[in-house]
């Protein structure tokens, strides 16, 4: 099986690998073209790993084997080839670098993360996202919105965007709150979690009730990370490039406000005419209050 971007595939999984897994991702990032010449043999011996377990790494990751990995490796690395930024190097801000250049590095990794998101994502899985929020909705059920810390900016803009939808959902910044709200949860309701690196105890917390109230869960998360996976109904995977020092989550802030506005969208799109005349007729009670026309459009 073909995996696409296997270097972001690799550089996305690795706050998930064990230590040993770590140390052949690494290795393979270090020495990419050199990988590709070495033999199963060869890279156990570099990487003080058992053949056993390399073969199980390149399957965890989408491949069919060692062979197979090779063979992505060797694509990836020749559709990287053809941009400079792509470069591990370029995409470590130096104490040095003017404002200008971190501009350039920035939307390096912003870039570079959208484009592996758009090859990650499963797409079944997003058209699925789509329907079950729709169903969950037009059967009177409820929908709740979790993500603490950077992931409760998504969050924030997800209850924004659905309330120009009439689409309520249910929030709270203070996790006691917001753990007392989802006990009320009944079956066929809907948790949507926002988590990057999933390090956060209450999104585990929380799926794990909305599993015991038989709700659904729709998962957003950076790829590789299997243990949430498993637990949700559907699983929404992007990938954030980071700087080195990861002083901040900068590009996972992004990938995940495309997230939200691709289901957004997808949903308006269903009811346009009517979402047409819902928001003409605020802009007219808008200008009515004397409210700037380009504030509220």
């Known amino acids: 099986m073909q995996v696409k ?3 972001s595939r690799l550089e996305q999984m690795m706050p998930f690998m064990s230590e040993k897994e770590k140390r052949i991702a690494r290795f393979v990032l270090e020495n990419r073209q050199q990988v590709l010449s070495l033999t199963l043999k060869e890279i156990s011996t570099k990487t003080e790993v058992s053949e056993a377990t390399i073969i199980r790494f390149a399957r965890k990751i989408g491949c069919d084997g060692y062979a197979d990995f090779k063979i992505a490796l060797s694509a990836s690395l020749s559709t990287n080839s053809v941009n400079e930024k792509s470069d591990p190097m370029f995409r470590t801000i130096q104490q040095t670098d003017s404002p200008g250049v971190i501009l ?4 390096a990794l912003t870039i570079s993360s959208i484009y592996s998101t758009i090859d990650i994502i499963d797409k079944q899985q997003l058209a ?4 079950l929020i729709r169903k969950t909705h037009e ?7 979790s993500g603490s810390g950077a992931s409760a900016g998504p969050v924030k803009e997800m209850i924004i965007k659905f309330m120009r939808l009439n689409i309520p959902v249910i929030y709270h910044e203070d996790s006691h709150i917001q753990l007392e709200s989802n006990l009320n949860m009944e079956e066929n309701d809907l948790l949507i979690c926002f988590t990057t690196l999933g390090r956060s105890i209450q999104s585990h917390q929380y799926i794990d009730i909305a599993n015991q109230k038989k709700a659904k869960v729709i998962l957003i998360t950076q790829f590789g990370n299997l243990e949430l996976e498993k637990k949700a109904t559907v699983t929404l995977s992007v990938a954030s490039l980071e700087d080195r ?8 802030l992004i990938v995940q406000s495309l997230i939200v506005n691709t289901l957004f969208t997808s949903l308006a799109l269903e009811k346009l005419p009517e979402l047409e005349n819902k928001i003409e007729e605020k802009n007219i009670i808008f ?6 026309a380009g504030d509220h459009r």
Do not use: C, M
């Not at 059967?139 to 919105?145: Q, V």
């Open 5 to 7: 971007n296997l270097i």
């Open 104 to 107: 350039e590095k920035i939307s």
């Open 128 to 131: 699925e996202a789509v329907k």
């Open 139 to 145: 059967s009177h059920h409820r929908i709740y919105l």
């Open 245 to 252: 020092r990861r002083l901040v989550s900068q590009t996972a």
């Open 287 to 292: 200008d009515e209050l004397g409210y700037i």
